[in-house]
């Protein structure tokens, strides 16, 4: 499942990004990203060594329909680790990897990025193994990161666009409580051909307000 265009993640409209960030929050995430653990999953941020489980997940055939080309080689995606480190420490976008307790290996990711200078309004991104799919991975995952966007960084809106045909992950963001607002019309280059996305946001309060009912899951290493 997949919100944000990879595209846009490696690269594309991140070059306009060029304000750091002043953290307003106690934990500095720009130089230390915490490890967050929920029921199923721990979140931490992406490592050289995950270079390969991630180029698996992210071309399997299953992923890669709804995505933009992600990076295939061993050295682009190194590269692109090195992209997600440097961004980190200006304060603009945080990757974390999906890893399942008894595990070691990453089945997925999840991105955070700033869409204005101050992060006030952020865009997230996920993109998890098909294997994992209907495990409730994506579910505890998806609140660890939400929560690290709020309660973190100090996000106010946190925003997602999915294809409009990739029914699970629209349904995926709809289980979590995020509103759809739009649908942005050919807006999403895909494999050459510009197709519809759903606009989907969740707002701090909104998510606090929900939270209170489900409860705290977030243990911080």
């Given at each position: 499942m997949k919100t944000m265009s990879l595209q846009q993640e490696f690269g594309g409209r991140l070059v306009a990004l060029e304000q750091p960030f002043e953290s307003s929050?106690?934990?500095?995430?720009?130089?230390c990203v915490p490890t967050v653990s929920g029921q199923l999953v721990t979140l931490r941020e992406i490592q050289f060594a995950d270079a390969e489980a991630l180029i698996g997940v992210l071309t399997s055939e299953a992923v890669a329909r709804f995505i933009s080309p992600a990076p295939a080689s061993t050295d682009s995606f190194l590269r692109f680790i090195e992209w997600a480190q440097r961004e980190r420490e200006r304060g603009t976008y945080v990757c974390f990897v999906v890893v399942p307790h008894g595990q070691s290996t990453p089945v997925g990711?999840?991105?955070?990025?700033?869409?204005?200078?101050?992060?006030?309004?952020?865009?997230?991104?996920?993109?998890?193994s098909a294997?994992?799919?209907?495990?409730?991975i994506f579910e505890d995952g998806a609140r660890l990161a939400v929560d690290f966007a709020f309660d973190t960084i100090g996000v106010h809106r946190l925003e997602a666009r999915a294809a409009i045909f990739n029914g699970r992950g629209n349904g995926a963001l709809r289980k979590i409580g995020a509103v759809q607002e739009a649908v942005l019309r050919r807006s999403f280059l895909c494999h050459g051909e510009y197709v519809d996305q759903?606009?989907?946001?969740?707002?701090?309060?909104?998510?606090?307000?929900?939270k209170a009912v489900w409860g705290p899951r977030v243990l911080v290493h």
């Open positions: 929050t106690t934990a500095d995430w720009r130089h990711l999840f991105q955070i990025r700033q869409l204005e200078p101050g992060f006030a309004t952020a865009e997230w991104g996920f993109a998890l294997a994992v799919w209907g495990t409730g759903t606009l989907w946001s969740i707002l701090d309060t909104d998510w606090r307000q929900s």
